[in-house]
């Protein structure tokens, strides 16, 4: 029987820095990515004029961050956010409107707010379920002169909280070594596309990082698998899954029962002619 076609679906996250941290959701236990540490995003909608827009609009509705690239604005406040993106954009636009959190960017082109393509992932068919997303990752770097997000944006858009996407507790500001570590001792979870970018956050610099990866469209090429050393929390046995990234990289990414990785190995080497 050949095997079976899913269909692919494109969506959007967006890696949002301040001062360094860099913002978390985690999701609930059940559903896609269960427990997974990811960056705010989702699938793109028919109402969406771009990808950076679906970026946009998904951070807003998980996280209750409104950026707003017309206005060159990021703002937050949890009280009184509502759940559709349009609708807030407007009211953050009149006169008087005021935010716990509002910032914006000077009017030089050279400061304008900008969202810059960190690469492009698609589901490899082993790791997916119903359907393979083409996943666009943007990274928006809020400069060091605005004050500071992580004390103030600590709560999600309490829609996606009532709608049971996110618990209350979800939202979280990592460095990329916090994550990093936090993930070896499986103490958080990780997917490959997070991992990949986390690390070479770390280990590159951003802008070095930036250079190199960026525009790249990552489609990860099964190689082989095999029974692991490490168990997941049922106790039960990991499978260890060898994938080509492309370009003389890729990983030993070692899933549980469950699928979700509870560990990454990253491999530097040419895996194309296994």
Same mark, same amino acid.
């Given at each position: 029987?050949?095997?079976?076609?899913?269909?692919?679906?494109?969506?959007?996250?967006?890696?949002?820095?301040?001062?360094?941290?860099?913002?978390?959701?985690?999701?609930?236990?059940?559903?896609?990515?269960?427990?997974?540490?990811?960056?705010?995003?989702?699938?793109? #909608?028919?109402?969406?004029? &771009? +990808? $950076?827009?679906?970026?946009?609009? =998904?951070?807003? @509705?998980?996280?209750?961050?409104?950026?707003?690239?017309?206005?060159?604005?990021?703002?937050?406040?949890?009280?009184?956010?509502?759940?559709?993106?349009?609708?807030?954009?407007?009211?953050?636009?009149?006169?008087?409107?005021?935010?716990?959190?509002?910032?914006?960017?000077?009017?030089?082109?050279?400061?304008?707010?900008?969202?810059?393509?960190?690469?492009?992932?698609?589901?490899?068919?082993?790791?997916?379920?119903?359907?393979?997303?083409?996943?666009?990752?943007?990274?928006?770097?809020?400069?060091?002169?605005?004050?500071?997000?992580?004390?103030?944006?600590?709560?999600?858009?309490?829609?996606?909280?009532?709608?049971? #996407?996110?618990?209350?507790? &979800? +939202? $979280?500001?990592?460095?990329?070594? =916090?994550?990093? @570590?936090?993930?070896?001792?499986?103490?958080?979870?990780?997917?490959?596309?997070?991992?990949?970018?986390?690390?070479?956050?770390?280990?590159?610099?951003?802008?070095?990082?930036?250079?190199?990866?960026?525009?790249?469209?990552?489609?990860?090429?099964?190689?082989?698998?095999?029974?692991?050393?490490?168990?997941?929390?049922?106790?039960?046995?990991?499978?260890?899954?060898?994938?080509?990234?492309?370009?003389?990289?890729?990983?030993?990414?070692?899933?549980?029962?469950?699928?979700?990785?509870?560990?990454?190995?990253?491999?530097?080497?040419?895996?194309?002619?296994?």
């Amino acid at each position: 029987m050949p095997p079976k076609i899913l269909p692919i679906r494109e969506s959007a996250s967006l890696i949002m820095m301040s001062r360094n941290k860099i913002l978390f959701l985690r999701r609930p236990p059940n559903g896609s990515y269960p427990g997974a540490h990811v960056f705010p995003g989702g699938v793109r #909608e028919d109402g969406d004029a &771009s +990808m $950076e827009i679906t970026a946009l609009r =998904e951070t807003f @509705e998980e996280s209750g961050i409104l950026i707003d690239p017309k206005l060159n604005s990021v703002a937050y406040d949890r009280t009184s956010c509502s759940n559709v993106y349009e609708q807030a954009l407007s009211a953050a636009a009149e006169p008087g409107s005021t935010f716990p959190y509002k910032y914006r960017w000077r009017s030089s082109p050279s400061e304008n707010l900008q969202l810059q393509l960190f690469s492009s992932w698609l589901t490899p068919p082993i790791m997916a379920k119903k359907s393979r997303f083409y996943t666009y990752f943007y990274l928006l770097h809020m400069p060091d002169t605005a004050p500071p997000l992580a004390p103030i944006a600590i709560e999600p858009n309490p829609h996606a909280v009532k709608s049971g #996407e996110l618990l209350s507790s &979800s +939202m $979280e500001w990592l460095t990329a070594t =916090e994550a990093l @570590e936090l993930f070896d001792h499986r103490k958080l979870k990780l997917f490959p596309p997070q991992y990949y970018l986390l690390r070479g956050i770390k280990t590159e610099g951003i802008s070095s990082f930036l250079d190199r990866v960026g525009q790249r469209v990552i489609q990860p090429e099964f190689k082989k698998r095999w029974t692991s050393d490490l168990v997941d929390e049922t106790d039960t046995p990991a499978r260890t899954i060898l994938m080509d990234w492309g370009h003389g990289e890729g990983g030993e990414v070692t899933v549980g029962k469950d699928g979700v990785p509870i560990a990454i190995k990253y491999i530097q080497a040419d895996l194309a002619k296994l």
